[in-house]
């Protein structure tokens, strides 16, 4: 297998959004969870996606997984590695995406890696080094409010500068619209001034395919996944891609059976979906306080669920707004407070699939991650497209009759996307 583009994600929607958009693009993308074990069996693509859960653990834990999906990538002959990450650049000072980036730049021996979270098609952009939601800066959007890494400063230049050992430049807009070859030159003028990273501004998608070309000429990048899409245009123009056609046919035979959904995100996005999701099947809202202090938490979810699923899909959410999952920390640590729901929705997930269940929404890049660990899935075929950045996925490589996903980001997805997605999965 020789690849087109390695790519390097810190959670798992994250890495689902970045498939979904290479498939799109007309790569033949795989997700996998972790680095694979050499025996695994994978098709012949033009894209990997090793789906790590990194963002928010230990930055020497995540420095040492993610140099350990880069050795993997390039030994089945990757020249380019993307390490995808949120298009909110969620990270606090101590990492995880200055240690990470600083690792994977070292170990190519890049001068300088390109940097932007910009994805214009999801109101993402970068302006003069400050990251956009909308017409508004992060700092002053509903996205800054993220559970586990609050984002409080726009300016990326700055939060990065604060997270890696080496300066941060800016290519900024007007170099961008001249094209990868002012692209490339403002990055070797960077480096010259001993910087190791540049942001770069992104406002519009046209700006994405110049940015790819000139990355293209390193060995790693750091970005969301709309630099991803720059990246499949520039590879596939240069004649470095397949050019297969997206995979919304991927998925085989229809599944079938009962299915459920599991919702551990705090977002407003999430929120709204829930309550659309109550006029249309069955939703239990645990009390996450319950889950953190209550001997035998699951037992009950699942009975309620399991008695259910015979009449339809079940919606089983821990969701609650930002000021309660603040008050909810500040009494029994963040991480506590976490790990305990992340692990209640990953052991229901668990009892749903052993008794029968093959069909899961999973809301919650953290929730993703745990059930996707506690199922042990190496791998995902990408299907469909449900909302921007949210494919369908059937499971691969696990030995067990297969399974269709879909895993979202909090954020993502309209206020009917559990209707949405269970429509995808036959």
Known sequence: MTLALGCIADDYTGASDLANTLTLAGLRTVQTIGVPADDLVLPEVDAIVVALKSRSIEASKAVAASRAADRWLRA???????FKICSTFDSTDAGNIGPVMDALRADSGDAIVLVTPAFPQNRRTVYQGNLFVGSVPLNESPLKDHPLNPMRDANLVRVLARQSASAVGLVDLAV?????????????????????????????????????????????????????????????????????????????????????????????????????????????????????????????????????????????????????????????????????????????????????????????????????????????????????????????????????????????????????ALKLMP
Do not use: Y
């Open 176 to 420: 961008v619209q001249k094209g990868a070859g002012a692209i490339a030159a403002r990055l070797a003028e960077l480096a010259a001034g001993d910087a190791g990273a540049a942001i770069v501004d992104v406002v519009e998608d046209s700006n994405l395919e110049a940015i790819g070309h000139a990355a293209l000429g390193q060995k790693v990048s750091v970005g969301a996944s709309g630099f991803g899409l720059g990246l499949a245009q520039a590879l596939l123009a240069s004649g470095r891609g397949a050019a297969g056609a997206p995979a919304s046919g991927a998925l085989g035979e229809p599944i079938g059976g009962p299915a459920a959904c599991l919702a551990g995100s705090c977002s407003q996005a999430t929120l709204e979906q829930i309550a659309r999701a109550e006029t249309l099947m069955p939703v239990l809202r645990l009390d996450p306080e319950a889950l953190i202090t209550a001997p035998n938490p699951v037992s009950p979810a699942l009975a309620w669920a399991l008695e259910r699923l015979p009449s339809g899909p079940v919606l089983i959410a821990t969701s609650a707004t930002p000021d309660s999952v603040a008050a909810l920390q500040a009494k029994h640590g963040r991480d506590k407070a976490g790990h305990a729901i992340e692990q209640a929705l990953s052991a229901i997930a668990a009892g749903l699939v052993a008794a029968g269940v093959r069909r899961l929404v999973i809301a919650g890049g953290e929730t993703s991650g745990a059930v996707v660990d506690r199922l042990a899935i190496p791998a995902f075929l990408i299907g469909p497209e449900i909302a921007p950045g949210v494919p369908v996925l059937r499971t691969a490589g696990t030995g067990q009759p297969d399974m269709l996903l879909a895993l979202k980001s909090g954020n993502f997805g309209g206020p009917d996307f559990f209707a949405d």
């Open 76 to 82: 089945r002959g990757a020249c380019h590695v993307l």
